[in-house]
């Protein structure tokens, strides 16, 4: 039997045709035994189907009004009709009504709405049938799409790095740790480091790997685990990267609004404010030049400006969501805040030459959705990275944070344990750089200028499909609260 869609038929294309449809009762109303309106749900869109004694046979009029929330229909024949009083503008006069019904009548369907957000979060599987997330997850798709699409046509090459490691990129407490056949192993915050090492075969490369933090931050930005578009390229530097971030972000909300229109409206947005995306906006700051119509400000304009709106802030502060609100109000376009102080920023990061800065930008989207992408020129000066990386790991022991002092604490009296009587305080720094030389080799052959950046998918499509929080961006969302189901 060949099935019909209910997208075709709230495009118009069935209007006074006898149409086959299966799904799922969406909602449900019956009136004494003689009438039951059942809206059907086929994951293409929801119609109003009208069952009444005398169009439809006696046996499909009883099961449609016994019918529950949620129940399956198997099959289910009726001819469209425009209707300007049913949602979405047309109903299905319904002949046949046949009920999926493999274990016989099913229990109510514990959803109802209204529920609370632990409630909705424990029955995520059931919560799955919404129309909000279908739409969402059908943007994210395309999203997908788009990134290879894009990537395709720019001529990279997309490689899979392991996301089991035995190095910290991202460093601090933020690690899953996991035993790894009696060897210490951690979930990756990010495959930079391992896209690094593939530019000198494949010198344009990108990955769509998940990324795990354990971050404790339970704000509506941050997932423990999150998907990472990230890349890496030869011979670029840091502004060389920013252009081509901001023809990624254009490519992808340019997509978006004009692919996932009727999606967008689901979710009540305008699909105008993305096509806007990447258009010069006079006054935010950009040039009228493309990849460079996202407005950049240096770290230190950024702080000044914050104290101007009256911000306590001091040079060397890392940002709050306060001030990325602040800076990024009413825009249309993201901003980059770009030579951050290299002491609040990751070890590899390229120093800027004669300050104490790093070339560097953070891609923040408009009015407060925070940060989208984190990217930088790479160091090539083994030196100053090994200087850095054990300055930041011995600056965890003094850190303002429990949890980084405690990870300190258990990394040096690990490697103490394991070095036993040759335990100098130089021999346990020398053992804490070892994870990282063969990232260090990639500088001492052949090493090249070059850049890379990770963008949150889940960011993203949250600025995008302009919802409250991150966790709706994933079927099956990863918070420190929740693991189930
Ligand atoms: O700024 P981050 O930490 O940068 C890196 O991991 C670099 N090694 C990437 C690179 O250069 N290849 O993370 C990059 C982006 C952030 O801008 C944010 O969009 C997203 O990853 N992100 C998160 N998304 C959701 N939940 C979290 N907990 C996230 N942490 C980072
Ligand atoms: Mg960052």
């Known amino acids: 039997m060949q099935f019909d869609s209910v997208a075709d038929i709230l ?66 024949e009726g ?26 009548p099913t229990g109510d369907f514990p959803l109802r709405g209204e529920q609370g957000t632990e409630f909705e979060l424990d029955m995520r599987h059931l919560w799955l049938r919404s129309t909000e997330l279908s739409a969402i997850l059908r943007i994210k798709h395309r999203l997908y799409k788009a990134v290879h699409d894009f990537y395709d046509r720019e001529g990279f090459t997309q490689v899979d790095p392991s996301v089991i490691t035995t190095n910290a990129c991202e460093g601090g407490s933020t690690l899953f740790t996991f035993d ?31 990324s795990f933090r354990a971050e404790k931050s339970r704000t509506t930005k941050h997932l423990t685990e999150f998907h990472h578009l990230e890349a890496e390229y030869a011979w670029w530097n840091a502004e060389d990267s920013r252009v081509h971030q901001e023809k990624l972000v254009t490519y992808m909300a340019q997509t978006i609004a004009r692919e996932c229109a009727a999606d967008l409206i689901l979710l009540k947005q305008d699909p105008a404010r993305l096509a806007k995306i990447g258009t010069f906006q006079p006054g935010e700051g950009g040039e009228d030049i493309d990849g460079k119509r996202f407005p950049r400000i240096d770290y230190s304009q950024a702080v000044d400006r914050l104290k101007q709106l009256g911000f306590h802030v001091n040079y060397g502060d890392d940002f709050g969501v306060p001030h990325e609100k602040a800076l990024t109000e009413g825009k249309v376009n993201p901003l980059f805040i770009c030579d951050w102080p290299a002491n609040i920023k990751a070890f590899y990061m390229a120093e800027k030459p004669g300050t104490d800065r790093v070339l560097c930008s953070d891609m923040m989207g408009p009015d407060g959705f925070g940060e989208l992408i984190g990217g930088s020129q790479r160091s090539e000066d083994v030196v100053s990275m090994e200087r850095r990386l054990l300055a930041q790991w011995k600056a965890m022991a003094q850190s303002k944070d429990f949890d980084d002092r405690r990870q300190f604490k258990h990394e040096w009296e ?49 600025w995008f499909t302009g919802q409250e929080h991150i966790r709706d961006m994933l079927p099956y969302p990863r918070t420190p609260a929740r693991a189930y189901p």
């Open 180 to 210: 790894y056949f009696g060897q210490t192993a951690y979930l990756s915050q990010s495959a930079q480091m391992y896209l690094e090492g593939c530019i000198f075969g494949l010198p344009k490369v990108y990955s769509i790997t998940p």
């Open 414 to 462: 690990a490697i103490a344990a394991r070095l036993g009587e040759n335990a100098t305080d130089e021999a346990i720094e020398q053992a804490y750089l070892k994870p990282y030389q063969w990232y260090f080799d990639l500088r001492r052959y052949g090493s090249v200028p070059h850049s890379g950046f990770g963008l949150g998918i889940e960011r993203v499509l949250r």
């Open 11 to 76: 495009a118009g294309k069935k209007t006074g045709q006898t149409v086959h449809l299966r799904g799922w009762v969406h909602r449900h109303r019956a009136s004494g035994g003689k009438l039951a309106f059942v809206v059907l749900r086929d994951g293409s869109g929801t119609v109003q189907c009208t069952v009444k004694g005398g169009v439809a046979d006696p046996d499909s009029l009883a099961m449609a009004v016994r019918a529950k929330l949620e129940a399956s229909v198997s099959s289910l």
């Open 79 to 104: 001819t469209v009709a425009a209707d300007e009083r049913a949602p979405g503008g047309f109903e299905v006069k319904v002949a046949r009504f046949t009920l999926h019904e493999p274990n016989g």
